[in-house]
């Protein structure tokens, strides 16, 4: 054979297997979907073609956007893993198997755990409405009943939860550095960020806390539900919005057309009014008449999306590939080019207007902890040491009094410990089995803008580079920064199941990274001595922090700003 045709032949099986991948690829949920059927093919639920998909509208200052997020939760579209745990739970339900719940096996169907609450506030309800569940009313629920009632009542596989209230962190930053009050900020007031900022450094740390800058400030986790699986709740506040991949949403066109319209006597948008490329525009614009009215913007959530993004959640102890935003299409479509990936766990949009920063999170704590207090109140509530509890052990016991007829699976009103264990199993796995995208509106924050490294506080060199950072929000070039000039900003986390921080802000802390990056070249490059001295862990030594002579902190300090940072720290002579 010659070398040009070996040369052919590779090529042929490069392309082959490549047709071979994306194949497989867009067969992966169907693939699911038939093998789910196969083991229970009489208490399947309907998978979607679109298993893995979740679509998302955001409803910019200047124009709505559509997101496609395609999921994966330890290695499975995160519908199928929904879809497993109803399957499971029914099965739970079904005490005599006969692959339908009654009326008395239905009175056991839990109500949904609120996310954003934990499992360690374990819900102790039952849904008692039976019409609502059976709705063709034959006095029966199927597994297909019980999935279309949880995704009604909030308990579906996906939801958008939004704190309440802005964070006033932005306000308070901007009035502090407003020095004239006069609702700008000048040259002169951004070079003397950094000193006069300095006196609210309570703890002397060379840094500004939240804490700090407000004090006493409530970062509460009370949160809003949205989209919780039912139909889609549009009101004048709402910036980000859940919807069904390809479905319509009811209300849409009238809500775009107040939210974007300018001239709001024509009752319609103009290409400038809501900012869509022409090609997008001209497949709402069915009428050709160079505007959207309100029915063709009723088929907005159906365009194709501005922004795809790959996303792999689950559990980093097993072997389902590496987690976060994967693959070289993690993010693909016209807005790509304005995301940026600063970890495998986040990506920013920058927008014209707007900043949306999008964290990967790990989900609920494992529920062990509050395994062991029911197993200790277990032991402490049979007092005639039977091992099981009967109704007047638990009419004495708060705990059980509220979950007895729950955890008693057969009804036999004896509460034996593996039936509490299999209650509270199936309780985990059901927050396991949804998604929560919490939202923190920021509003037009300026702490934002400088909080570079995202970890809730301002550092000197943060502080010292404020007019630096702040100068592209400068558009119309007078030396001063407005507040209308300030980039909104949004704050999102994914996670599995129960979120924590919500509300006002994220406070630093509150929840890891999924999965494990692992050690960090980058920082194990760092001499060990730098590593030490940074004891506020901003990634600079100061003149303070700095434990040797003036003149080997000048040395290092190459630049002379003031600051040694980690490649300054690398550079170093030993």
């Known amino acids: 054979m010659s070398s040009l045709e070996s040369l052919h032949l590779v090529t042929f099986t490069f392309r082959l297997s490549s047709f071979v991948f994306r194949l497989l690829c867009l067969a992966l949920p169907l693939v699911f979907a038939v093998s789910n059927w196969a083991a229970h093919p009489d208490d399947a639920v309907p998978a979607s073609s679109m298993s893995d998909t979740q679509d998302i509208l955001f409803f910019g200052d200047e124009r709505p956007m559509l997101m496609r997020l395609h999921m994966v939760v330890d290695g499975k579209p995160f519908r199928v893993v929904w879809d497993e745990h109803i399957r499971k739970l029914f099965r739970y339900l079904d005490r005599d198997g006969d692959r339908v719940l009654s009326k008395q096996e239905a009175s056991q169907v839990p109500m949904p755990q609120p996310l954003g609450q934990g499992f360690a506030n374990l819900q102790t309800t039952t849904a008692s409405d039976f019409g609502g569940i059976d709705t063709n009313r034959d006095g029966e629920v199927t597994i297909e009943e019980l999935a279309n009632y949880y995704r009604r009542v909030g308990g579906g596989p996906f939801q958008i939860l939004v704190g309440q209230g802005r964070n006033r962190l932005g306000d308070e930053l901007f009035r502090r550095l407003d020095a004239d009050g006069d609702d700008a900020l000048t040259e002169a007031e951004l070079h003397a960020a950094d000193t006069r900022l300095r006196d609210l450094d309570a ?22 539900p949205v989209a919780a ?10 910036a980000f919005a859940a919807v069904s991949p390809g479905e319509p949403v009811a209300g849409l066109g009238r809500f775009l057309l107040d939210r974007y319209d300018r001239n709001p006597r024509d009752g319609k948008l103009s290409p400038a009014e809501i900012g869509l490329d022409l090609v997008t525009f001209e497949r709402l614009d069915r009428d050709r008449d160079g505007s959207l009215n ?12 501005d922004l795809t993004l790959c996303i792999r959640l689950g559990d980093a102890s097993r072997e389902v590939g590496p987690q976060g935003f994967v693959g070289p299409d993690a ?15 986040q990506i920013v ?19 062990f902890g509050l395994r062991e207090s029911y197993k200790q109140q277990f032991r402490v509530a049979d007092t005639d040491n039977n091992k099981y509890l009967d109704t007047k052990e638990v009419e004495r016991n708060g705990l059980f009094r509220s979950v007895f007829a729950l955890m008693d699976r057969d009804g036999d009103g004896k509460l034996f410990e593996e039936e509490m264990d299999a209650y509270l199993e199936q309780e985990a796995e ?3 089995s949804r998604l929560a995208l919490s939202v923190a509106d920021h509003g037009r924050s300026i702490f934002e803008a400088l909080d570079t490294n995202r970890d809730r506080r301002l550092g000197v060199r943060e502080l010292r580079t404020a007019l630096r950072r702040l100068a592209p929000l400068d558009r119309n070039g007078d030396v001063r920064i407005g507040r209308d000039q300030i980039t909104h900003s949004y704050q999102l986390a994914l996670a599995r199941g129960a979120q924590a921080g919500f509300g ?21 490059a760092v001499p060990l001595w730098f590593r030490r001295m940074d004891r506020n862990g901003d990634g600079d030594v100061s003149r303070r922090e700095f434990l040797g002579r003036p003149a080997d902190f000048r040395r290092l300090d190459a630049d002379g700003d003031g600051l040694i940072d980690a490649d300054e720290a690398r550079r170093a002579r030993p």
């Open 430 to 432: 059901a927050l396991a």
């Open 349 to 367: 949009l920058d927008l014209e207007t707007a900043r949306i920063d999008l964290e990967l999170r790990n989900g609920p704590q494992a529920s």
């Open 331 to 345: 993010a693909s479509g016209p807005l790509a080019s304005r995301v940026r990936r600063p970890s495998p766990w």
């Open 229 to 238: 699986g039912g139909a889609t709740v549009l009101s004048s506040d709402t």
């Open 294 to 305: 309100s029915d063709e913007l009723e088929k907005f959530s159906e365009i194709p999306p």
């Open 203 to 224: 703890n002397d740390d060379e840094m500004i806390g939240m804490e700090e800058l407000i004090p006493n400030a409530s970062y509460g986790q009370v949160v809003t």
């Open 504 to 524: 006002g802000g994220f406070p630093p802390g509150v929840a890891a990274p999924v999965g494990d990056a692992g050690p960090s070249p980058t920082r194990d």
